[in-house]
């Protein structure tokens, strides 16, 4: 799985949750939410440093990560988040890999 994060997505966990370069942000699995990929979780986010990542990646300083142990929720699939200016909220997209 690959994680992409537009730089105006990378600027809303920046301000939204007061990040300084060299912080991380943690996509993780929860239960109950709605507009995710398997009925009946959906994606949250947390700040804190890496454990034992899947995937990562480094956007204006900030590393977005998938911890091993939440791997399950994205078999088969991407995780692509960007910013919606309509709704001034970030929007996760989860493309299909080969």
Excluded: C
Excluded at 22 to 39: D, L, M, N, P, T
Excluded at 60 to 81: C, H, K, M, N, P
């Amino acid at each position: 799985m690959q994680i992409s994060i537009t730089k105006p997505a990378s600027n809303w966990f920046i301000q939204e949750m007061d990040l300084e370069p060299g912080s991380a942000v943690r996509f993780y699995v929860r239960y109950g939410g709605f507009g995710g990929i398997k009925e009946g979780f959906s994606l949250g986010i947390s700040a804190e440093q890496p454990n034992d990542p899947i995937s990562s990646v480094e956007v204006q300083g900030i590393t977005y990560f998938v911890e091993r142990s939440d791997a399950w929720y994205f078999e088969g699939v991407d995780l692509s988040v960007k910013y919606s200016r309509k709704w001034d909220d970030i929007q996760y997209d989860y493309p299909s890999h080969a």
